[in-house]
């Protein structure tokens, strides 16, 4: 995962496919998580319901020129974009698609083209979707970036700083909000989606679609408000995975398995946007990992595999440029930031206690299987609701937040502006540093795959 502090928000790059997330609030939705990421750039090792695969088009025409597009079809795909849609379809290829959809608009429907042709599975054609088209801003529509900026100074500054607040007029002198309206737009289609493919069915669907419309699709899936627009990121040709399955009382649970992903066009992680970069990354395995036990505060080292994992760590960031890294105090996250930055040599490494996984007190060492009979009630809370759990001698999850935040805001004031860090923590504080990130909750911890 990485995050950098941009012109006004935030940005987020989670798990091994790396993008920017969310704020707002969330009330208690979320289910487990299932196994640990690798670091491979698109695959999902948990059997969940439904697994819903977002991708953006390709690089555009419009793209490419620095013009606005909008809903208007005035653009196509370029060689790019569809050498995009193709690597796309090659990443994908061991998941089994169930269904496609996609924006009727071209440069949407010509990526689900070459990616379900590239695919070769047995989904060969996109069923076109009205509420998967791109946000409508049919006032600057072709225009330059630039000359948006001559021609509406205050709705550009809007646009970029609070976009749920920009309000344009249309060709008939109505006028409209245009972020709003989208995510009404978003709400219909995961709606109509869930009805179509009921979260208690096992399904692997397919979205093609465009850059704001994706983003309001993840925001609504999430529970997320509007406002937190500018904290995600969605570049042309990458792939998001979330999970979905029924929730209590007839909701849903969603789990983000991974956003923004890219690995399949050849770049570990997007171009870098303005502010310093921070990369966080979980320790590798460790033989209580393994085994299925608490790990908490006990020191445990990395096994094999571990080894091997922070090894696929290094190769994959070997050309990032990293400048500082910091650690958990405890062996598993050292040993697997000594690993990675064999490719860097001479990084300085910080170890930090800010960074300490959750102290499970009594729990630590069990399996999950004794702690069922000791504290049947506490598990079940932590699985149902960990905000309100207080670990038997140990920590809650309110506790790891507070120091892991503070610990994490501390890292980032410190690195100067073009300056990127790495940083190697664990399980619950990375749930809790991105649950944070993304405006989530304490109680969404498992909201979040690591």
Partial sequence: MGW???????????????????????????????CSHTMAPVVVTVAVPVRLLLVRHGLSSFNLEHRIQGRDDLSDLTEEGVEQARR???????????????????????????????????????????????I???????????????????????????????????????????????????????DQLLRRHDPAA????????????????????LGLEASGFRRLRVDNGSISVLNIAPGPDGGRVVQIE????????????????AGPRLLLVRHGETDWNRQGRFQGQIDIP??????????????????????????????????????????HPGVPLTSTTGLLEI??????????????????????DWKRAPETVQ????ETIHDVWQRSLRTWERIAAGLDERETALVVAHDAVNKAILCALLGLSAGDIWAVKQ
Avoid at 96 to 120: G, K
Avoid at 359 to 380: N, T, V, Y
Avoid at 391 to 394: H, I, V
Wanted: glycine share 10%.
């Fill in 202 to 221: 096992d399904a692997t669907v397919l979205v093609v679609a465009h850059n704001a419309i994706l983003r309001c699709l993840l925001l609504q899936l």
């Fill in 88 to 134: 796309a379809g090659e990443a994908l290829k061991d998941v089994r698609l169930d269904a496609a959809y996609s924006s009727p608009l071209r440069r949407a429907r010509d990526t689900a083209r070459a990616l379900l042709a590239a695919h070769a599975g047995g989904v060969r054609e996109a069923i076109l979707e009205d509420d998967l088209q791109e």
């Fill in 302 to 343: 990395l096994n094999g595999n571990g080894r091997s994992q922070a090894a696929a760590a290094r190769e994959f960031l070997a050309v990032v440029p990293i400048d500082r890294a910091y650690t958990s105090a405890m062996a598993r996250p050292r040993q697997t930031a000594e690993v990675i930055l064999g490719a």
């Fill in 359 to 380: 102290g499970h007190g009594l729990w630590e060492g069990r399996l999950e299987s004794e702690i069922a009979e000791g504290w049947p009630q506490l598990l079940a």
């Fill in 258 to 273: 991974s956003l923004n992903g890219i690995a399949h066009l050849g770049l570990p992680l997007p171009p870098r946007g």
């Fill in 136 to 190: 409508d801003l049919e006032p600057w529509s072709g225009l330059l970036r630039s000359e948006l900026r001559q021609h509406d100074p205050e709705g550009e500054r809007r646009w970029l700083d609070q976009p749920e607040t920009l309000e344009l007029e249309r060709g008939d002198g109505r006028r409209y909000r245009p972020l709003p309206e989208l995510m009404e737009q978003a709400g219909r289609f995961v």
């Fill in 391 to 394: 670990m038997p001698g140990g």
């Fill in 4 to 34: 950098e502090t941009g012109r006004l928000k935030r940005t987020l790059v989670l798990g091994q496919v790396w993008g920017d997330c969310p704020a707002g609030t969330s009330p208690q939705r979320f289910g487990r998580p299932g």
